[in-house]
């Protein structure tokens, strides 16, 4: 349905994912409201759709049709947002994750695109893609239907061809964060040269479209046309506007923390650890005393490294007191440390883009500082507060 920045999700979707699978090197999750949604597809087109326009046929035929339709419909949408990832991934924008929830599909990138027209590639990938799924399941649905009558897999292409004619459409309205708003914000980006302005339209649009999804729901419920219809045109809506504030915010934010270097958020009282000591000594002097979940590694005066809890997890019990940190430390590189010089918008999409959550500032081979997620939040509420006194 959608593709949103890792640095910025909608809030529905922070906790509660579930490992599926893993397509083209992409990992595949599914949120628990996925659940949901798929239960109640498959119900309804099982006891619903099949048994209208497919009658005297057994419970279990109707079982098997939804459930395998319900299947291929979820094929769809998972496809529809593998196209906005491998365009992404193609011009070098990691994909982090693929997550199936309540209203479909969202495909997580690591960054924003850096220019228009990559921004366009990505965007029209998704709905080019639901197009072809259309057009050959409306083909299945004429050839399924040549020999007369109305097979069951004729009714089950039916509905997939509608079903992906209707997320088309619906991907291809103008306003954030649908497909149809990336496509909108990336031709205003050109035009303007503003991706802050072209954003800022490209969200407006999209509020102004739930506002009337909230409407249409309303319409609905009041005149007892569709209490559930309108109930989820109004979910919809609220979704939809998250996610174009989400938007607005992101490309503001990091407009805003441009320049900004990390020698002026970092933490310079660094403790560090030696390679030498033993895992024992590593939790007792340090784990248990400082409460922090991670520390570099300092030889010579020289950053090596990175040791974390985790690092000690992977490590027998009974093997802590002759391990030493050298054995299980993490080693730098340069996609794990980051310069004073660097600023916080690089900093933010550096951890968004490797899941780490603090990095190693390093001035000329010595360890300047450290840089948290949590430095750049507090940071952030600092510049927010201190624009609206």
């Known amino acids: 349905m959608t593709r949103l920045s890792s640095t910025n999700r909608v809030g529905i979707l922070r906790g509660g994912r579930f490992p599926l699978f893993s397509v083209v090197g992409i990992r595949v999750y599914a949120h628990y409201s996925w659940f949901l949604v798929a239960l109640l597809i498959a119900g309804t087109l099982a006891l619903g759709w099949f048994p209208t326009v497919l009658p005297n046929r057994s419970l279990a035929q109707y079982v098997i049709l939804g459930v395998l339709t319900a299947f291929f419909f979820f094929a769809s949408v998972l496809i529809h947002e593998l196209a906005h990832s491998v365009v992404a991934a193609t011009n070098g924008i990691p994909v982090r994750r693929i997550t199936l929830f309540l209203f479909g599909g969202i495909a997580e990138i690591t960054r924003e695109p850096s220019d228009p027209r990559t921004e366009l590639k990505i965007a029209i990938a998704g709905p080019a893609t639901s197009a072809v799924l259309a057009i050959g399941f409306w083909i299945a649905v004429y050839v399924t239907g040549l020999g007369g009558g109305r097979p069951a897999p004729q009714v089950a292409f039916l509905y997939l061809a509608v079903a992906n004619t209707f997320l088309l459409a619906f991907n291809l309205l103008p306003g954030l964060p649908l497909d149809g708003g990336r496509m909108l914000r990336a031709i205003i980006w050109r035009a303007t040269g503003d991706i802050t302005r072209a954003t800022y339209s490209a969200s ?46 992101q490309v503001l934010a990091r407009t805003r923390l441009t320049g900004t270097p990390l020698g002026d958020v970092m933490s310079t009282n660094v403790v560090t650890v030696s390679p030498s ?99 750049i939040m507090d940071h952030i509420r600092v510049r927010a507060n201190s624009s609206h006194q």
């Open 277 to 375: 000591i033993t895992l024992t000594e590593l939790v007792e002097t340090y784990f248990l005393a400082h409460h922090f979940i991670c520390y570099p590694v300092v030889q010579n005066g020289r950053p090596i490294g990175t040791v974390s809890v985790k690092d000690i997890g992977r490590v027998a019990p009974d093997a802590l007191k002759t391990t030493r940190v050298a054995d299980v430390m993490t080693p730098l590189s340069p996609d794990t440390v980051l310069a004073p010089d660097d600023d916080i918008a690089t900093a933010m999409a550096r951890m968004a883009s490797t899941g780490r959550g603090r990095f190693p500032v390093v001035e000329d081979g010595r360890l300047a500082g450290i840089v948290t997620r949590r430095d």
């Open 204 to 249: 407006l649009a999209g509020k102004a479209i739930a506002g009337l999804l909230i409407l249409g729901g309303l319409i609905a419920i009041l005149t007892g046309r569709g209490v559930i219809t309108g109930l989820w045109f109004i979910f919809i809506a609220l979704f939809l506007r998250q996610g174009a504030d989400a938007s607005y915010r």
